[in-house]
């Protein structure tokens, strides 16, 4: 529904303030749409379905990589933990060439960019996409993925989030109960 039919709204520095307190999972999505990788980072992946298996995330029209998240096929999702905090702060510093460091990164056989040795990436086709304000939203089908370093089930993992404009480390020190 179109923002200009509700009396009421947040303004942008109040949804800011609202969502700063709400940690995000931290991850990195890549693509090439015939003119070479771009990459981003972001807090809004989220598994939606298990059969099929679904995810979304949403980029915004800002973003340096969006006209290319907007033509692309497929993407892969890297799904970071803290040993990965480097490449998640490549992919949200503007202005630069993610992929100048070649030792970093290769393409899969069927040419998307991935990054090397993070936890976890899934190669997704794009399946839809919707516009929601300044930023779009995309839904993907997983096809394939390789995971670097597993959490077992109840183990804290060593999780990478974005907390209040701020990198962190999830693990044993943060478990509230079993």
Request: aromatic share 6%; hydrophobic share 40%; charged share 20%.
């Amino acid at each position: 529904m179109p923002a200009h039919r509700f009396s009421s709204s947040l303004s942008p520095d109040e949804l800011k303030a609202l969502f700063r307190g709400h940690p995000g999972g931290v991850a990195v999505i890549t693509a090439d749409a015939g003119d070479g990788p771009v990459a981003l980072t972001a807090t809004s992946v989220a598994s939606v379905s298990a059969e099929p298996p679904l995810l979304i995330f949403s980029i915004s029209a800002q973003s340096s990589a969006s006209d290319v998240l907007s033509r692309a096929e497929t993407v892969v999702v890297h799904l970071l933990d803290a040993h990965d905090i480097d490449i998640a702060k490549l992919g949200a510093t503007g202005g630069i060439d993610r992929f100048a460091q070649s030792h970093r990164w290769s393409r899969l056989s069927s040419g998307e960019p991935v990054y090397r040795d993070v936890r976890a990436w899934v190669r997704c086709a794009v399946i839809n996409r919707m516009d929601a304000g300044s930023s779009t939203v995309i839904a993907a089908h997983a096809l394939q993925s390789h995971v670097e370093r597993d959490v077992r089930a109840g183990e804290p993992g060593d999780a990478l989030v974005y907390h209040n404009r701020t990198w962190h480390r999830l693990g044993e020190h943060s478990r509230l109960e079993d």
